[in-house]
Nanobody
Framework: QVQLVESGGGLVQAGGSLRLSCSAS????????MAWYRQAPGKHRELLAG???????HYADSVKGRFTISRDGAGLTVYLQMNNLNPEDTAVYLC????????????WGQGTQVTVSS
């Protein structure tokens, strides 16, 4: 089993920045990719950014150039640096870990709220 705990959300003005953290514990050796998603009220969950164990990254077009995903060397913590935030970024941000060997393939944190005021 893997446990994920997000932190770093809050209220920020448009144009501001936040840094989210996701700390993993448990069977972290089983984790391959990790990613950040967000879900706003009434909207589908959206994949924002992902990072492989080797450090390769990918981003959704909506956040490319503004958000940066990274992970520490031990793979225990994944970060999402968010710059130039706008009100459309308001959502609950969730950390995801993918374990290819199963039996549980996807783990989720509880989420952290990000609110951007205009």
């Amino acid at each position: 089993q893997v446990q994920l705990v997000e932190s770093g959300g809050g209220l920020v003005q448009a144009g501001g920045s936040l840094r989210l953290s996701c700390s993993a514990s448990g069977s972290i050796g089983s984790i391959d990719n990790m990613a950040w998603y967000r879900q706003a009220p009434g909207k589908h969950r959206e994949l924002l950014a992902g990072i492989t164990r080797a450090g390769s990254t990918h981003y959704a077009d909506s956040v490319k150039g503004r958000f940066t995903i990274s992970r520490d060397g031990a793979g225990l913590t994944v970060y999402l640096q968010m710059n130039n935030l706008n009100p459309e970024d308001t959502a609950v941000y969730l950390c995801n870990a993918f374990s290819p060997l199963g039996p549980t393939f996807h783990y989720w944190g509880q989420g952290t709220q990000v609110t951007v005021s205009s």
